[in-house]
C-alpha cells in the first residue's frame, strides 16, 4: 500500500505545472490597496510586493470566498532575496471589520511573518499584507509569499442550518469533519441526507446524539459511496436507540442518510462528524549540510625573521604570511608593531597573541589586536579572547591586501610577545565553473503543512537546474570516483523536477505536499555544468528535508 502511495505521489508530482504554482499579483500598485482592486485568491500560495516608493508603506488586498463554514489559517513568509523582512496580516470582512490580525507569528519565537486562524461563514473575505513601520529603521518593503488554507478543527463545529429538500443523496447537505448538526425530521418518513469528502485514507465516525426533545427518536444511519450505494449501516450502535457508525474511507465522496429506524417518524436529533485520525502538528523542516570541517592548512609555524624598528604603521608594516610566528617586542608604552599580509584566496584567518620572555625577557601581559583592510581602515578588533587577557581574533577573509596591529591594552604597556597568523581554508563544496555552488535558501516563515504549496529559494543556481526528490534520504555519497570530487548525493530520487529561475542565479521550487504525514520528502538541488570537474555535475551541498503536518500551528 505504502509503495502504491509512493508511485501515486510521482504520478502526481510530475504532473504538476511547477511554471504556474503560484497566484501572483495582477492589478498591481496602487489598485490592490483598496477593495475594488484587491488581487484575486484561493486555498493556495501567492506572491506579492510590498512597494516602496512612490507607494510607501504601501499595502496589498487579496480576496477570497467562503463557500462552507470553515476554520481557515493564513500566513506571510519570506520569498527571494528581496524579501520583505516584517509583515502584518489581517482578514478583514467586505464592511472593513477586521476579523484577525497578527504582526509576529506567536507559534515563532523571533519570527517578524505573520500567522492568523479565523472561523468563517460562507461569504466574501481580504487578507491583508502589509509591511510593519517602525519608528527608527522605517517602513519594510519587498517580496512576500502569502498562504491560505482551509485547516481541520478538532473539536464539534456547529454546522449551518438545514436547508430542505435534503432526502436523497443529489440534494446532500455538506458536511465536514468534526461538524456537529443540529437538524429535524420534518415530516413522517422525512430522510436527510449529507455528503462528505474524503481526502485521505481515514476512520469516521458517524454518531446520532440526544437532543431535548422527549420522546428521543429511534435513528438509523446508512452510509453511501460516491453513486449512492449502499455500503454499510448502523440502527442501535449508539447510546440508547440512537446509531453509530465507524467506518475508515479511502479517498473520495461519500453520501450519509439519518431517518427514524423504519423510516416512518419525525423530530429533532442531532447528527455529530468525528474524525478520528490524529490531526497532525505544524509539520517539520530541515536543512542538512554535507560541508566537510575547513581544513588546517599550517602543519606546524613557520619562524619569521626578527621584527625591524620602525614598524608602526602599515607603511612600515612587518611582512607575514600564513603559518607564520612573530617573536616581537613592544618597546616603549606608545608602541605598535603592524603587519602585512596577502592572500591570494579566500581562507580563515586567526591571529592570536601569547606572552613571551625569549627577547628581552619582560612579558607582554595585556595586549589588543586589530585588523585593517588595504586602505589600513579598520576591519575589526580583539581584546581579551586569548589566553588570559591576550588576543585572538578569527576572520574569513578574500583575496587581497590586509594588515593587523598588536599593542598594549592601554598603549602603556611593553613586553615580549608572540605572534601567530593561523589558516584555514573552507571546503570547496561542489563548485560550479563560475563561482560557488548551488545554495538552498528556505524561506523564513514558510510551513511544511499537507495539501498546501511549499516553497524553497535556491542561490547561486544555473539554468537548468532541477530538484531530486525521493522519500529516503539516502547514504551521503562522495562523488570522486564518478569525477566529482567534493560533491555529495544525498537522496534517492524517484522524481525530478525544475527549478523556475527568478533571476540570473537566483531560483526557486515550489512542490504541492500531497502525501500522508508519516513520509518525509528529501530534496537536492542538481544541475549540468560541463566545466565543473569530469562528470559534468554539480550538486547543492545541502538536502533540505519536508515533514508534512496538518494544521500550520
Not at 66 to 90: K, N, Y
Not at 99 to 118: H, I, R, W
Not at 520 to 542: E, H, K, P
Amino acid at each position: 500500500m505504502r509503495t502504491a502511495a509512493l508511485l501515486t505521489f510521482a504520478a502526481t508530482l510530475l504532473a504538476f505545472p511547477t511554471s504556474a504554482q503560484s497566484l501572483r499579483e495582477v492589478n498591481g500598485e496602487p489598485s490592490n490597496d483598496t477593495f475594488a482592486g484587491a488581487e484575486l485568491a484561493g486555498c493556495t500560495q501567492h506572491y506579492g510586493n510590498l512597494a516602496t516608493l512612490p507607494y510607501p508603506g504601501d499595502q496589498d488586498l487579496w480576496r477570497f470566498q467562503m463557500v462552507f463554514p470553515h476554520r481557515v489559517a493564513a500566513w506571510t513568509s519570506a520569498r527571494g532575496t528581496e524579501s520583505v523582512g516584517d509583515t502584518i496580516l489581517t482578514i478583514l470582512a467586505p464592511d472593513g471589520t477586521i476579523l484577525a490580525s497578527n504582526d509576529d507569528d506567536p507559534t515563532n519565537p523571533g519570527s517578524l511573518f505573520s500567522l492568523v486562524t479565523v472561523d468563517l461563514d460562507p461569504g466574501t473575505y481580504y487578507a491583508q499584507v502589509r509591511p510593519f513601520s517602525n519608528p527608527v529603521l522605517g517602513t519594510d518593503h519587498g517580496d512576500y509569499a502569502l498562504d491560505i488554507v482551509l485547516c481541520e478543527q478538532t473539536d464539534l463545529q456547529l454546522a449551518p442550518p438545514e436547508v430542505e429538500p435534503n432526502n436523497h443523496c443529489t440534494a446532500a447537505m455538506p458536511t465536514h469533519c468534526n461538524r456537529l448538526h443540529e437538524y429535524a425530521l420534518q415530516y413522517a418518513g422525512d430522510t436527510d441526507f449529507f455528503e462528505i469528502a474524503v481526502a485521505s485514507t481515514r476512520a469516521i465516525v458517524f454518531e446520532t446524539l440526544a437532543t431535548s426533545t422527549v420522546p428521543q427518536l429511534d435513528t438509523r444511519i446508512w452510509l453511501y459511496d460516491s453513486v449512492c450505494r449502499e455500503l454499510d449501516n448502523d440502527d442501535d450502535g449508539g447510546e440508547g436507540f440512537l446509531s453509530r457508525l465507524e467506518a475508515t474511507l479511502s479517498p473520495g465522496a461519500y453520501y450519509v442518510e439519518v431517518s427514524d429506524w423504519r423510516r416512518s417518524r419525525s423530530g429533532t436529533y442531532r447528527f455529530a462528524v468525528n474524525c478520528l485520525d490524529p490531526v497532525m502538528g505544524s509539520g517539520t523542516s530541515a536543512l542538512t549540510s554535507f560541508a566537510l570541517p575547513p581544513t588546517d592548512l599550517c602543519g606546524s609555524m613557520v619562524t619569521a625573521p626578527p621584527e625591524f624598528e620602525p614598524n608602526d604603521a602599515c607603511v612600515t608594516a612587518t611582512p607575514a604570511q600564513c603559518c607564520s610566528e612573530h617573536f616581537s617586542t613592544l618597546q616603549g608604552p606608545s608602541d605598535v608593531d603592524f603587519y602585512r599580509l596577502v592572500l591570494a584566496n579566500e581562507r580563515i584567518v586567526t591571529f592570536e597573541t601569547q606572552s613571551d620572555t625569549s627577547t628581552t625577557g619582560i612579558p607582554l601581559t595585556d595586549s589588543k589586536i586589530r585588523l585593517f583592510d588595504s586602505n589600513c581602515q579598520q576591519l575589526a578588533t580583539d581584546d581579551d579572547s586569548g589566553p588570559g587577557l591576550m588576543s585572538r581574533l578569527t576572520r574569513t577573509l578574500g583575496p587581497g591586501l590586509y594588515y593587523v596591529s598588536v599593542a598594549d591594552h592601554y598603549l602603556n604597556g611593553t613586553g615580549d610577545y608572540r605572534l601567530t597568523i593561523g589558516c584555514l581554508v573552507d571546503d570547496p563544496g561542489c563548485s560550479g565553473s563560475s563561482g560557488p555552488g548551488i545554495e538552498i535558501a528556505p524561506r523564513q516563515g514558510e510551513r511544511a503543512v499537507r495539501g498546501t504549496l511549499c516553497s524553497t529559494d535556491l542561490r547561486n543556481t544555473p539554468p537548468g537546474t532541477v530538484m531530486l526528490i525521493g522519500t529516503q534520504a539516502g547514504p551521503i555519497v562522495e562523488l570522486g570516483l564518478v569525477g566529482a570530487p567534493t560533491c555529495h548525493l544525498a537522496v534517492t530520487p524517484i522524481v525530478t523536477l525544475p527549478v523556475v529561475m527568478t533571476g540570473l542565479g537566483e531560483g526557486e521550487f515550489t512542490l504541492p505536499l500531497v502525501l500522508s504525514p508519516d513520509v518525509t520528502l528529501y530534496l537536492q538541488a542538481a544541475a549540468i555544468d560541463i566545466g565543473a570537474n569530469a562528470l559534468g555535475v554539480i550538486l547543492s551541498q545541502q538536502r533540505l528535508e519536508w515533514a508534512a503536518g496538518d494544521q500550520p500551528l
